[in-house]
């Protein structure tokens, strides 16, 4: 099992920029593809971006695409969020996650280990 640490979030403007960081105990991140999920008040978590074990391959929701980049630094064990180019419908908590799976990697079902999430707000 691996522990994962979310931080990074708080309230910005729109169009401002945030990076989210997710720092892993416990295991190293190296093995393990990786995820971002967000879930708004009253809403189910959604997917928002993930990167494979190796880092070859990323994915992203439309809604972000363009504007989010996922990364990974595995010698320091942690992967980031950049977000730019807020908008009010980005507000949510966001969570990281992660799989030893290297596939359905937009599916929260194939994620073992979670964060506690961040609070991201985008005031309009």
């Known amino acids: 099992q691996v522990q994962l640490v979310e931080s990074g979030g708080g309230l910005v403007q729109a169009g401002g920029s945030l990076r989210l960081s997710c720092a892993a105990s416990?295991?190293?991140?190296?093995?393990?593809?990786m995820g971002w999920f967000r879930q708004a008040p009253e809403k189910a978590r959604e997917f928002v971006a993930a990167m494979s074990w190796s880092g070859g391959t990323t994915y992203y929701t439309d809604s972000v695409k363009g504007r989010f980049t996922i990364s990974r630094d595995n010698a320091k064990n942690t992967v980031y969020l950049q977000m730019n180019s807020l908008k009010s419908e980005d507000t949510a908590v966001y969570y990281c996650?992660?799989?030893?799976?290297?596939?359905?990697?937009?599916?929260?079902?194939?994620?073992?280990?979670w964060g506690q999430g961040t609070q991201v707000t985008v005031s309009s």
């Open positions: 416990g295991r190293t991140l190296s093995s393990y593809s």
């Open positions: 996650a992660a799989t030893r799976s290297h596939f359905t990697l937009r599916y929260r079902s194939a994620y073992n280990d």
